[in-house]
């Protein structure tokens, strides 16, 4: 069971805008930001978005991130079928004293 | 270029050590905290550790406290992670990632490609 929670599955069809939310608590999304790895089929986790909002060089504007209290979001506008993968959430929980995952969310471009 | 490089993965028995390595390069090491997460077959990603950029402040998961320990050698560049009484359920691929600099420490900018440990008769 992950501290973070997050939908098992998502889907869209191409062109759509997808969201995927991550749902926390006071301890870690409520007190840290919340970054997001993208993993492709069969190759390591990528930075997608960090601090909450901020997009790494290179990823590409339809991939955009919010926070709000204990809960954050992704969101994927124009959706492309080479955004199908996992997609995790992670904050650092001052409780636990460690960082934590979501348990992903496999995204599914119809 | 930034680069990590884990090595030292393999098959080993139950309650047997393991030392995996994560060699960097293309920065300068000595400013970034590195992390250990590892992702069983077919499972979701697993924090295991956290180093500071100077190997000061270490911490851990639960479900490696006290068995697995995590260290850097600064003048080598290298990340390291000692495993000891290794169990079927620490069979994963296992990440070194780096942390970016003034960041928290689940803020990871860049990851290695992974090493597999398989733990098993």
């Known amino acids: 069971q992950s501290v973070l929670t997050q939908p098992p599955s998502a889907s869209g069809t191409p062109g759509q805008r997808v969201t995927i939310s991550c749902s926390g608590s006071r301890s870690n999304i409520g007190s840290n930001t919340v970054n997001w790895y993208q993993q492709l089929p069969g190759t390591a986790p990528k930075a997608l978005i960090y601090s909450n909002s901020q997009r790494p060089s290179g990823v590409p504007d339809r991939f955009s991130g919010s926070k709000s209290g204990t809960s954050a979001s992704l969101a994927i506008s124009g959706l492309q079928s080479e955004d199908e993968a996992d997609y995790y959430c992670a904050a650092w929980d001052d409780s636990l004293n460690g960082v934590t995952f979501g348990g992903g969310t496999k995204l599914t471009v119809l | 270029q930034v680069q990590l490089v884990e090595s030292g993965g393999g098959v080993v028995q139950p309650g047997r050590s393991l030392r995996l390595s994560c060699a960097a390069s293309g920065f300068t090491f000595t400013r970034h905290a590195m992390n250990w997460v590892r992702q069983a077959p077919g499972k979701g990603l697993e924090w295991v550790a956290v180093?500071?950029?100077?190997?000061?402040?270490?911490y851990y998961a639960d479900s490696v406290k006290g068995r697995f320990t995590i260290s850097r050698d600064n003048s080598k560049n290298t990340l390291y992670l000692q495993m000891n009484s290794l169990r079927a359920e620490d069979t994963a691929v296992y990440y070194c990632?780096?942390?970016?600099?003034?960041?928290?420490?689940?803020?990871?900018?860049?990851w290695g490609q992974g090493t597999l440990v398989t733990v098993s008769s």
């Open positions: 990632a780096r942390v970016t600099v003034a960041a928290e420490y689940a803020t990871f900018d860049y």
């Open positions: 180093i500071s950029y100077d190997g000061s402040t270490k």
